[in-house]
């Protein structure tokens, strides 16, 4: 939810902060609730609820679509980040574990450190719920269910999960409602109750949802270690100077070779590069640049970067360099061609390259493909950087070669019922149609429907001089979501 207020207030005004607002993702049956806001769990709503059975009760709900894939890029680079507490840290579905032992001192203890965790995501526009237990599973439990900055020790922390409701072992939903059932609807009573009848109930349960597993890891019983990826490869090249200098460019080619030498070994080529100056007085300055397809060419790497170092303001001086590779793809070692020819493409890539570092990445673009129902949208401009020229493609109905954007509004001066117009008028001309096919309907596409939004009935039209038109009916009488239907030109078939 944090990340989505931060995006949109960038694009347009937020909601009121007492308006109910959920982002939806796709359910089984229809789409769910991945996220409330706080005035909505003010009002009961809970994450996984029918979006549907939600609007039916809170009329003003405020929906809209969440970034799944988009927020867990962001949970993998926030777990990285938090490794400035601590080693060892591990992104989940929803939240960050992080192995702090031995750490905590570092900080002027735990609750110290703790209080410079919340200020630090705050910093960042993210608000955490953090706590602190002995084992990873109690940690889990006290921060989703527990107080805000809950401090829990080993010897105290069966009798810290007690009151905590049984859900707080992420347990799946059904097995929440078996031990509720059972009158066991806290942790503590789950724990007192004699294992012997439950191990025999719960004996085939998988143990990532066995609440006797979990609640033994939980409370120190068994083992829980935390299995923290490593970083991943960084390729840095640097250079320190014996004294403060102004002018980088000297140093460029050896970073360069240092670092295309560096890719080569790991048989990855570079795709985004960033140059940086360190200065005497303690500031930096760094620019970065972009290339159209993954790169080694040390000679390369300097025509771009020398371009953004115009300008770059060095103060007093500065004494440390670095050229580094923030994006990388593989790119396997290759022969040149025998015949001594050039490689055309990599020519090409070349050329976009220092045309974007020169003038941007939004001012040199091609075409690219999207995903749109509606046929204007189907085609876009894209960055160079950021995706492929658009492609042959297979449809599975005729397209004309030419289409309108926008789509030209046409007169009816007669229509045919359930078809299209039989006489009409488009650019001040009247048609007379001969024959048509249709209708295809397209309807709106559901995560940019609004109030208003219609469908669409599309017709091949052929006309008394021979042309054929795609006009398509905005709107269907009786639709409640406007006046009568109108009708365009969308395109001309060739």
């Known amino acids: ?153 080993a010897e105290d922390v069966g009798q810290v999960l007690a009151p905590l409701p049984v859900a707080a072992l992420r347990l799946p939903s059904d097995t929440v409602r078996l031990l509720e059932r059972l009158g066991l609807r806290t942790v503590g009573a789950l724990a007192d109750v004699p294992r012997v009848g439950l191990m025999r109930r719960f004996s085939g349960v998988a143990e990532a949802v066995n609440p006797l597993v979990l609640l033994d890891r939980a409370l120190g019983r068994s083992a829980d270690p935390l299995d923290a990826p490593a970083e991943g490869a960084v390729y840095l090249a640097r250079v320190r100077m014996a004294e403060p200098v102004v002018d980088p460019v000297p140093w460029l080619d050896g970073l360069a070779e240092d670092l295309a030498a560096q890719l080569a070994e790991a048989e990855q080529g570079a795709r985004r590069l960033r140059i940086t100056i360190y200065r005497v007085d303690g500031e930096w300055r760094s620019r970065d640049v972009s290339t159209a397809r993954a790169s080694r060419d040390a000679a390369h790497f300097v025509r771009l970067v020398a371009g953004k170092l115009e300008g770059l303001d060095a103060g007093f001086g500065f004494d440390l360099m670095t050229l580094e590779a923030l994006r990388v793809e593989p790119l396997v070692l290759h022969q040149d061609r025998l ?88 650019r001040r001309v009247a048609f007379l149609m001969t024959r048509f096919e249709g209708p295809e309907r397209i309807a709106p596409e559901w995560w940019r429907d609004r109030s208003g939004t219609r469908l669409r009935d599309y017709y091949k039209v052929e006309v008394t001089d021979g042309r054929r038109l795609w006009l398509f009916r905005e709107g269907v009488v009786g639709d409640a979501r406007g006046g009568d239907p109108r009708w365009f030109v969308q395109g001309v078939f060739g």
């Open 1 to 153: 939810m944090d990340r989505w207020r931060r995006i949109t207030a960038q694009q347009r005004t937020l909601p009121a902060e007492d308006a109910p607002v959920v982002l939806a993702a796709a359910g089984t049956h229809g789409p769910v609730v991945h996220a409330v806001n706080a005035a909505g769990v003010g009002r009961g709503i809970t994450v996984g609820a029918r979006v549907v059975d939600v609007q039916a009760i809170h009329p003003d709900l405020h929906v809209e679509q969440a970034d799944v894939s988009g927020d867990q890029a962001l949970l993998k680079r926030v777990a990285l980040w938090a490794r400035r507490w601590c080693p060892w840290t591990v992104a989940e579905q929803d939240g960050i574990l992080m192995d702090v032992r031995g750490a905590a001192h570092l900080f002027g203890g735990e609750a110290q450190m703790l209080r410079d965790m919340h200020t630090r995501f705050a910093m960042q526009g993210l608000s955490a719920r953090l706590a602190l237990a002995p084992t990873r599973g109690a940690a889990q439990m006290l921060a989703r269910f527990g107080a805000q900055g809950v401090i829990c020790g």
């Open 339 to 426: 015949d001594g020819s050039r490689d055309a493409g990599a020519d090409v890539a070349a050329l976009l390259d220092r045309l974007t570092a020169k003038l941007g990445p939004s001012k040199v673009t091609w075409d690219a493909w999207v995903q749109s129902h509606k046929p204007e949208r189907v085609e876009g401009r894209v960055s160079v950087l950021a995706g492929v020229p658009a492609g042959d493609v297979e449809v599975a109905r005729e397209r004309p070669l030419r289409l309108f954007d926008p789509a030209e509004e046409v007169a009816v001066l007669y229509a045919v019922p359930e078809g299209p117009p039989a006489r009409f008028r488009w």
